[in-house]
């Protein structure tokens, strides 16, 4: 039990015990502190102490005395945890005992989760947020034991580098809590990964864990991931984008927007919530100056990719073309062989 006992001097003196058994909670009471002559002699300590089996727990005790007694509140002052009460004793004639209901501990067995907030540019939200933000994800929980206080720890599903710090602090109850903030900014890779805190407490006897957890969704911009054509007598394209919101995907063939029609078919397929792959068909006739672009867009921007359309029979006398030198290399290489196999007969018939 660490006793923290404040005075009008600032005197404080600390104790510890080890919590091994539940005591009984006075359901009843409605007040957090108790507090007996809240005037000259008053003094006050929470009802309630929640405290982990087979680890100390930390009671802080406050008091006010009479002013004639001020003097006496010294260094040498000190303080005294009792059953029933509290004594105080200081020099000259400061000496008093407090005696009130006692603050009653809550032994629980399992460490309850640690509390994890979301900060989105120094602000709390609890919805998406914006890629390009200031994120910092905070994860805190309550000391229980100040002599040995847990630590906190991050994890994610998609094993991030992560870059942590953590603290001790008191809370509005004048309690130590220890926090551990995650700071980075938010990037479409991070849209729907989770992120794990776990709080781990040292026992007399062993290790006791706890966790809780945040999922983080991120609105960004349209990005384009493939886009490729296969030409035969169609000319089959395909366009896979994904955003925060979901994008719309677009075709524009040499500038002008296609739609479904005689020669043209469109068609889509919704792979997830962000992504969407559009397909194409081209049933025309093609120029070796037709472009085709795809264009996604949504409410945070757009991204656009462009490919050089050539007809089949282009693609076909590009490639008799292509294949002209290496035929006239093949045929210069069989020459020169002949040449040299028939000069070798020569040779061996003189």
């Known amino acids: ?87 105080i004793e200081g020099n000259g004639g400061l000496k008093w005992t407090y005696t009130q209901k006692s603050a009653f501990i809550d032994v629980i067995d399992f460490p309850p989760n640690p509390a994890v907030q979301m900060f989105e ?9 914006l890629e390009g933000s200031s994120m910092c994800l905070r994860c805190s929980a309550k000391t229980l034991c100040s002599s040995s206080p847990p630590t906190l720890t991050w994890s994610s599903t998609d094993r991030l580098h992560l870059n942590e710090s953590s603290r001790l602090q008191l809370d509005q109850q004048n309690q130590t809590e220890i926090i551990s903030d995650l700071n980075f900014t938010a990037t479409h890779l991070q849209h729907g990964v989770t992120f794990i805190c776990t709080i781990t407490y040292q026992l007399q006897q062993r290790k006791t864990t706890a966790l809780n957890f945040i999922r983080l969704r991120v609105q960004y911009g349209p990005k384009i991931s493939l ?55 081209l049933h025309q006739s093609l120029t070796h100056t037709d472009t085709l672009q795809c264009v996604t867009t949504n409410t945070h921007g757009n991204a656009s990719k462009q490919i050089q359309l050539v007809s089949s029979l282009q693609e076909m006398t590009h490639c008799q073309l292509t294949l002209i030198p290496l035929l006239v290399i093949l045929t210069l290489i069989l020459i020169l062989y002949a040449l040299t196999v028939g000069f070798g007969l020569y040779k061996i018939r003189q």
């Open 227 to 281: 886009f490729s054509c296969n030409r035969t007598n169609v000319t089959v394209c395909l366009c896979e984008a994904h955003g925060n919101p979901s994008p719309k995907v677009e075709w524009f063939l040499s500038g002008r927007p296609v739609s479904n029609s005689a020669n043209t078919s469109i068609s889509e397929e919704r792979l997830s919530s962000t992504d969407l792959r559009s397909f194409i068909s």
């Open 1 to 87: 039990m660490d006793g923290n006992l404040r005075g009008r001097g600032g005197r404080v003196q600390d104790e510890e015990i080890m919590v091994d058994e539940e005591e009984v909670v006075d359901e009843e009471e409605e007040q957090d502190l108790w507090c007996v002559w809240c005037e000259d002699w008053s003094i006050s300590l929470p009802k309630k102490i929640e405290a982990l089996s087979g680890s100390c727990v930390t009671i802080n005790c406050r008091f006010d005395i009479n002013s004639e007694y001020d003097k006496d509140l010294t260094d040498s002052a000190a303080g005294v945890w009792l059953k029933d009460g509290t004594d």
């Open 121 to 129: 540019d120094q602000m709390e939200v609890e919805e998406e947020v």
